[in-house]
């Protein structure tokens, strides 16, 4: 089935009352393009490798709307305009300029499936679920992933830079803490290279459902990784949850600037002599969270491993 897209150019002060006025006249879903930088209350709940670099926020926007059923396109191009004039009365509009393309029905929410196929980490094959074992890495070590609307493939340099710590420090005593766990991808591969249990922190409630699901998928026990939505930095009763000194390691894959603040927190879960793993540390970054932990009286960084133009850092609490 193909649709027909269309594109208004317009502002970012009439976005929210074109928004409305689409939705008055019957056009469910719309798409909204703006160099606005996300604020702290839009990526609450969002794991984000790294924000992108957006140009200047010149008050330009885009709002994009589809369209199946051209039969009545005649008379939706005339509420459109008409609602336009309405707003212009209020606000600023812009071009108010339309451009018309045509768009194939998909599936969004499992079309990028078909990029996520079985690869290594070393001895290790991280697999989808839905995808058979390559003969040739049938003796490796096997996890099995579906992130579902969760963060967490394991594809991501960060996220192969933290299995490949979990390698060297795990071991059958290890109690971990897996901060921003997403699908569960590090805690269970610490459950598969032989922890004794997990406990994850995060704050998309679809991460619970996920890692149930590749706990199952795993056939690892619901009981060994213990999943709670929240912020551990701030959340006193995410906190006690979780307890005190009583993690052998600490993971943590998320942004330099959530490491920096939760660098000061994580120490009070971790054992004297534990270690703190974390990545999602892009290069530019990296002298910004060793500077954070080399303040921390608490911690000691004992290595830096790099992928590509990501780090991580590893740090031993005192």
Known sequence: MKWTKFTLKTTTEAVDLISSMLDEIG?????????????????????????????????????????????????????????LDEIAEFVNVGERTLSVSETEDKDWINNWKQYFKPFTVDDILIKPTWETIPEEHKDKLLIQIDPGTAFGTGMHETTQLCIRQLRKYVNADSEIID??????????????????????????????????????????????????????????NIQDQAGYECYDIAVANILAPVIIMLQGEICKHIKHGGMFITSGIINTKEQDVKDAMNANPELEIVETTYQGDWVSITARRK
């Open 27 to 83: 056009i469910e879903g719309i798409e909204i393009e703006d160099n606005v930088p996300l604020s702290d209350a839009d990526t609450k709940g969002m794991f984000i490798d790294i924000l992108p670099e957006l140009p200047p926020d010149d008050g330009t926007a885009k709002v994009s709307f589809y369209v199946e059923d051209l039969s009545n396109l005649e008379n939706i191009i005339h509420q459109v305009n008409a609602g």
């Open 179 to 236: 901060v921003g766990t997403g699908s569960g991808i590090l805690g269970i591969a610490a459950l598969k290279l032989g922890a004794k249990s997990v406990f994850g922190t995060d704050l998309d409630e679809n991460a619970i459902v996920a890692v149930g699901e590749n706990l199952e998928s795993n056939n690892i026990p619901a009981d060994r990784f213990h999943v709670v939505q929240g912020n551990i930095i701030d959340d006193k």
